[in-house]
């Protein structure tokens, strides 16, 4: 599911943490327990009745003195309206229009994006008319609120929710395969799209991806087709200044949302970075299937273990996908290109995969015997079965007499045996214990 991305943007103390906070406050975000992503964190996943977005952190662009300032401002404009499904254009309801404010609202004018204005600060519970005046910026949505006070929270996560694009309205309606390609600036991204659509060039259209007008390319080779996600965030070359830098991860992020697969290049010569941990991360815990691509392999200067050295190396940095086949490749020479989607059409098949339940039952029960289910003052994990219930990510739920019993490293035993039984690579799987009362008793 592609999450929607909301952009909180505005003139300094005008209460954007304090709202982002708010919005946030309290849900955890499910990326929290992945190494490398709790570190400056980005953006965070907001909840809101089985709706799920995407708020971005505009902490830390706080400016220093006032020309810096209006740069900042435009930049931050300008990312948000690349960026954001929507854009939250907080204002001062106590100070009433201020020149900034103005400033801003010809930005959105003249990107051609009506914001939702939301008129912070206004803690009463009636309307001071100071808040008409906003009506000025020319825009015709507002939402009143007092973020410190959480009043209009509820309305305005309503109004949020309402104007987002709703997943039906972009899904592109096929069978292809939807792979996005993840990788920092530089690392080969354009030159291994190119290999792979190659001479398969046989339908190349672009379609209309979301409504920021992602481009994805759609291709056949050998009667399969497959659809590349626009990573364009990443891809193009601008001046990296932090900003920057935070926005095209957002929009890397919303790539990997709306593919199945993954494929994390890595620059040979450089190695996993933390952007690229969080990148992963994040592609881990929405249960993505997964291929790690070293590129660039034709620069390293090779000595016979080199490839398991460097594979050891990855798999270390990337320590909780370790279910991720690792493809050496140079996007330049061609080498191994044709072994890379070798390892697409089988990760694609093992994500189809469905485990014959009795087998599985069968395979399970072999595993509690060998190594016994955890007991607690005196009472014993009950495992009474397993059932595959989903592809697509495949998810398995465990029925037991407790789930809260069902520990982490118990969960892990399991998911080791699936693996060792069944062909599952570059696969996540969902694993849940769910409590069935015993009838005996
Ligand atoms: P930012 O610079 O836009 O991120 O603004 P902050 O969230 O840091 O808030 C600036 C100041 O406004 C802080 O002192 C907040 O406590 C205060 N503030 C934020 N929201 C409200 C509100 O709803 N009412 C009032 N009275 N103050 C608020
Ligand atoms: P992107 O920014 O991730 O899309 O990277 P590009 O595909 O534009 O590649 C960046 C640079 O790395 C270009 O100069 C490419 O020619 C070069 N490059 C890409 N793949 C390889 C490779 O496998 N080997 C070598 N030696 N250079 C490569």
Redesign the pocket.
């Known amino acids: 599911m592609s999450r929607p991305v909301v952009a909180i943007i505005g003139r300094p103390n005008v209460g954007k943490s304090t709202l982002f906070n708010r919005l946030v406050g309290g849900r955890v975000s499910i990326t929290e327990d992945t190494p490398g992503v709790t570190r400056d964190r980005l953006y965070r996943e907001v909840e809101w009745q089985n709706n799920y977005f995407l708020l971005m952190d505009t902490g830390g662009l706080e400016l220093g003195s006032d020309d810096v300032f209006a740069k900042e401002i435009e930049i931050q404009v300008d990312m948000a309206l690349e960026t954001a499904d929507l854009i939250l254009f907080l204002v001062d309801g106590r100070e009433g229009v201020s020149n900034l404010d103005r400033m801003i609202a010809e930005k959105l004018h003249k990107g051609g994006r009506d914001p939702l204005v939301v008129v912070n600060k206004v803690d009463t519970h009636h309307t001071p008319d100071t808040v008409y005046e906003f009506y000025e910026l020319g825009f015709p949505d507002m939402a009143i609120i007092s973020a410190e006070q959480s009043f209009g929270l509820g309305d305005l996560l309503d109004d949020i929710i309402d104007r987002l694009p709703k997943e039906s309205s972009h899904s592109i309606e096929s069978d292809a395969l939807k792979i996005s390609v993840i ?1 920092k ?8 799209i190119n290999q792979l659509l190659g001479e398969n060039r046989m339908i190349v259209t672009n379609i209309p991806g979301t409504t920021r007008d992602a481009i994805d390319s759609y291709y056949e080779r050998d009667g399969k087709e497959y659809i590349l996600i626009d990573t364009a965030g990443m ?1 193009r ?1 601008r001046s990296i200044d932090n900003l920057v830098e935070r926005y095209s991860v957002i929009r890397t992020l919303s790539s990997v949302d709306r593919s199945e697969m993954c494929l994390f ?1 890595i620059d040979a010569t450089m190695g996993v970075t933390e952007q690229d941990k969080r990148i992963a991360g994040y592609a881990h815990n929405n249960a993505k299937a997964s291929i790690i691509v070293v ?5 390293v200067e090779k000595e016979t273990n080199t490839m398991k050295e460097y594979e050891d190396k990855i798999r270390n940095d990337l320590a909780f996908m370790p279910y991720a086949p690792v493809v050496f ?5 061609g080498y191994h290109i044709s072994q890379l989607f070798e390892t697409i059409n089988r990760v694609d098949e093992n994500y189809s995969y469905r485990m014959p339940t009795s087998l599985f039952n069968q395979i399970l029960r072999d595993a509690t015997i060998m190594s016994p289910p955890p007991t607690d003052k005196g009472k014993r994990l009950k495992i009474y079965y397993g059932t595959q219930v989903t592809t697509r990510p495949p998810k398995i739920i465990f029925y037991c007499n407790d789930a809260d019993m069902f520990h982490f490293s118990y969960m892990r035993y399991l998911e080791n045996t699936i693996r060792k039984n069944f062909s599952f690579e570059g696969v996540p799987l969902v694993l849940e214990a769910r409590e069935r009362k015993e009838r005996e008793e």
Do not use: F, M
């Not at 600036?185 to 291994?192: E, H, R, T």
């Open positions: 990788g600036p530089n690392v080969g991204k354009s030159s291994l891809r070359q290049l590129n660039k392999w034709d620069l490749i140079s996007a330049k020479t």
